[in-house]
């Protein structure tokens, strides 16, 4: 698969539909009636009902933005009949869905900065903690430093700020 696709990066449905929508022009353009054959197929391999086997116009709404509520189990049929059987492939497409709809851990998710957010101040009632971090983002010293601003001052348990600062480029 080329670089180009990274549905790891998606962070909302649209998001990732725009990325399902690269991979189908990846996969040579198949038709929606072809993608569904497909579907309809693995469905009946794997022993599922012919009830639960989606229309083709359900199969071609999975690559229409603004959907309100996607049917992950659907999605992920229509990435494994373009991407095929590799299961590594499909894996970072499974985790990446779970994400955009907010089945995995936010915890999992992680952003770093090396500075603090500029303009208005997104740590409200935190103003003490933000000022420890930046007195050590200031300090100048040799060796990195690590400022760690929790969610809750009663807590560690999660981390909204992580900020580095003398870290070689």
């Not at 010293?141 to 580095?164: C, E, I, K, Y």
Request: hydrophobic share 40%.
């Amino acid at each position: 698969m080329p670089q180009v696709l990274d549905p790891a990066r998606t962070r909302t449905i649209d998001e990732f539909i725009a990325e399902l929508r690269l991979l189908k022009a990846w996969a040579g353009n198949p038709s929606i009636t072809e993608i569904t054959r497909r579907i309809h197929r693995d469905w009946q391999r794997a022993g599922r009902p012919r009830g639960e086997w989606p229309a083709r116009s359900t199969v071609g709404n999975c690559f229409q933005l603004g959907r309100r509520r996607p049917n992950s189990d659907l999605l992920l049929a229509v990435v494994q009949t373009l991407v095929g059987a590799d299961e590594a492939i499909l894996s970072v497409w499974r985790q990446s869905l779970r994400a955009v709809l907010g089945e995995a851990e936010a915890a999992a998710r992680v952003s770093a900065y090396d500075r603090l957010p500029a303009g208005p101040s997104v740590s409200l009632g935190r103003t003490d903690l933000v000022a420890q971090a930046e007195n050590l983002l200031a300090s100048g010293h040799d060796r990195p430093a690590l400022a760690l601003v929790p969610l809750r001052r009663s807590s560690w348990r999660g981390v909204d700020q992580v900020v580095f600062s003398g870290v070689p480029s």
